[in-house]
């Protein structure tokens, strides 16, 4: 398991929003996981637990926005100083999120390493910034869907394959005159 830059390993506080199956696979990735479930009732007010994740240092994961907007709640985050990182909905599968959380590690280590809580930090499980922008080649470009189709040759077996064409964007890389 990679550490943050300080050495520090952080230990994520999972709620009753998320359980069992998020924590077997963030700790099958070797992140550190206590469950709500371990600690306290079902029942026990989110003042208690989160006061508890306080004083242990424990980093919150949950999907439940109410943790921020329900000013005792609020309250409590604010007096144990604690970081809390929302999920942006309840609905999806566990598998999502922990892989969000997974190709996120490196971001959310370094949110904690930087900043004194308390705060909140949004996860998104569509994240674009681990997969590069497109970098078309030759006639390569985005689909026309109703184009292409009225558009296509009609291809037999015993048709040759056409010739390579010139790419595009070759021009793209001649000096112009001025």
Request: glycine share 6%; aromatic share 10%; hydrophobic share 40%.
């Amino acid at each position: 398991m990679e550490k943050s830059k300080s050495g520090i390993k952080p230990i994520f506080f999972l709620d009753r929003t998320h359980g069992k199956r998020t924590s077997k696979i963030l700790q099958s990735v070797e992140i550190d996981v206590v469950l709500h479930g371990r600690w306290f009732h079902q029942e026990a007010r989110d003042p208690e637990w989160i006061a508890k994740c306080g004083q242990e240092e424990w980093v919150i994961l949950s999907g439940d926005k109410s943790i921020e907007s329900v000013p005792e709640n609020r309250q409590a985050v604010i007096d144990a100083k604690v970081k809390v990182f929302f999920f942006n909905d309840t609905n999806s599968l566990p598998e999502e999120w922990a892989a969000a959380v997974i190709v996120g590690r490196p971001r959310i280590f370094e949110i904690i390493e930087r900043n004194n809580g308390p705060f909140f930090v949004t996860l998104e499980k569509y994240a674009r910034s681990h997969i590069s922008s497109i970098r078309f080649v030759g006639t390569g470009g985005a689909k026309n869907e109703a184009a292409s189709l009225a558009e296509a040759p009609v291809v037999t077996a015993s048709d040759p394959p056409p010739p390579p064409s010139e790419p595009i964007q070759w021009e793209l890389f001649v000096k112009k005159p001025r």
